[in-house]
């Protein structure tokens, strides 16, 4: 007789072959890769047969972003105190700059140009002739406009590389000329087959021109560095609350609220604290192996996983900052217990729906969970298969997950799964009001935020209430 959990699994499994029905013959091949149903099997060895990191089939709306985007807009646009230019068409540096939400201190255009759209503008004379000298100029004149800017990014567009423009000579002759550092990023959009190699190319570049070049005036035991925390809706300040609670000190942020100084001297950090595994493994990677430098993972989202993260990272200290970590985690458990006493009754047994970006969606699954929220489907619009093979070893038995899911895959499952919400990004975000699944934009909070540490939670549980329980709902008659 098959178990209860082998017919969930086989149930599953027959929903995504009728999923795949819809695709002609040589698409379906390609696409039923990317889909997998946890068992007990993968769940244990966290081994996974998901295809991912791989082009995506034409014509499928993908809704995935590109280099640029993961340059851009992901890990050099926080850092505060330098220009960054969007280098080509306006359209893609309108769209970097409208929708993120990196909080930094400082006073707008004066020391902090995180929420400037600085463009060269590409026209088509410049698609003829070149924009060399277009972008000397822009360089020129950012320096006169906002003389306390300690750099500038040169982030190229998909022209850019395209009619071969020469960014690299013109950062070197503009460093030397303006006495600060131009830093070029090779980041065309068409690079690579989504937003996770612009990580890598903006990473390279940080490598290349700042990491390791400054030295820390005043070194301690107990020096941390945050890498991968973007500070959506101010996620590293409620995170660094938590550290030097601790008693540890963060002496660098990559990249929300950071600055080029703090990029150039993370190499002075005794442990680098990862958060945003995809977009900033690398660089932790580029550290240990040249200054010995160890990282450590972490997952500030919901209170069982926070207590976890810091429980692993006062493990890589004595016992004094071990002490202080079971104290931090006391104070906050009455807190923590009341929030979700508040909710659970409103939340529990409520199916959720997960299609990240950046944010890996194995680090919200323990949040939900708190809440008591099921996680029945999830995945990513990119990921590599280190991804899926952790992503396994935190669902349930019979969850869907799926890479690079294309519009019709959500629609489909969001359907057929009868979800009571769904997390993804802002491409998805209207079309689920107008059917009526309430949704969360899981890539900048949807406005609101923090989500991470202790505090966080509190701003994540009432969310989810208010979307999942708004009367908003019962109003709406979907056109659809």
Same mark, same amino acid.
């Given at each position: ?206 490598? @290349? ?6 030295? +820390? &005036? %005043?070194? =301690?035991?107990?020096? *941390? !560095? ?8 101010? @996620? ?6 938590? +550290? &030097? %609670?601790? =008693?540890?000190?963060? *002496? !660098? ?228």
């Amino acid at each position: 007789m098959i178990g209860l959990s082998a017919k969930v699994i086989e149930e599953k499994k027959a929903l995504i072959e009728e999923l795949l029905e819809v695709y002609p013959k040589r698409a379906k091949k390609f696409r039923k890769k990317h889909f997998e149903v946890s068992d007990q099997e993968n769940i244990e060895s966290g081994k996974c047969s998901i295809k991912s990191n791989k082009k995506s089939r034409p014509g499928v709306m993908t809704i995935r972003g590109c280099a640029y985007a993961g340059s851009k807009g992901v890990v050099w646009g926080p850092i505060k105190d330098m220009v960054h230019i969007s280098h080509g068409p306006v359209g893609c540096g309108q769209y970097s700059w409208g929708t993120r939400r990196n909080y930094a201190n400082g006073k707008l255009g004066i020391n902090n140009f995180t929420a400037m759209q600085v463009t060269s503008d590409f026209q088509e004379r410049d698609i003829v002739f070149g924009g060399d000298k277009k972008l000397e100029q822009l360089c020129r004149e950012i320096k006169e406009m906002f003389p306390l800017t300690k750099g500038i990014s040169i982030q190229s567009e998909c022209p850019v590389g395209l009619i071969g423009d020469d960014i690299n000579s013109v950062a070197k002759k503009m460093s030397k000329e303006l006495d600060i550092p131009v830093i070029p990023v090779n980041c065309e959009g068409f690079r690579g087959v989504s937003q996770s190699l612009g990580h890598h190319i903006a990473n390279d570049a940080i490598r @290349d021109h700042l990491m390791g070049t400054r030295e +820390l &005036e %005043e070194s =301690g035991p107990y020096d *941390v !560095a945050i890498i991968g925390d973007y500070n959506i809706g101010g @996620d590293a300040w409620a995170s660094r609350i938590l +550290l &030097e %609670e601790m =008693g540890l000190r963060v *002496v !660098a942020q990559w990249s929300g609220d950071g600055s080029i100084n703090e990029l150039a001297i993370t190499h002075h950090s005794k442990l680098n604290l990862v958060h945003c595994y995809r977009s900033m493994n690398y660089m932790a990677k580029e550290m240990e192996k040249k200054y010995g430098t160890p990282y450590c993972e972490y997952n500030f989202f919901g209170p069982s996983k926070t207590i976890e993260s810091l429980r692993k990272i006062a493990s890589y200290f004595d016992d004094t900052i071990q002490q202080n970590a079971e104290k931090v985690i006391g104070d906050y458990l009455d807190e923590m217990a009341q929030t979700m006493n508040k909710y659970l009754s409103r939340l529990k047994g409520k199916k959720v729906m997960l299609a990240t970006g950046g944010l890996r969606s194995r680090h919200t699954i323990g949040a939900y969970e708190d809440l008591g929220m099921e996680i029945i489907a999830t995945g990513h619009e990119f990921a590599h298969q280190d991804d899926y093979e952790k992503t396994f070893q935190e669902v349930q038995e019979g969850t869907i997950v799926y890479d690079d899911p294309t519009s019709f895959d959500l629609d489909f499952l969001s359907e057929k799964l009868d979800v009571d919400l769904i997390g993804a990004g802002i491409k998805e975000k209207y079309v689920y009001h107008k059917t009526g699944i309430p949704f969360r934009q899981m890539h900048s909070w949807d406005y609101s935020g923090p989500y991470h540490g202790f505090d966080g939670f509190k701003v994540f549980a009432r969310d989810m209430d208010s979307a999942v329980n708004s009367p908003v709902w019962d109003l709406i008659e979907s056109p659809f």
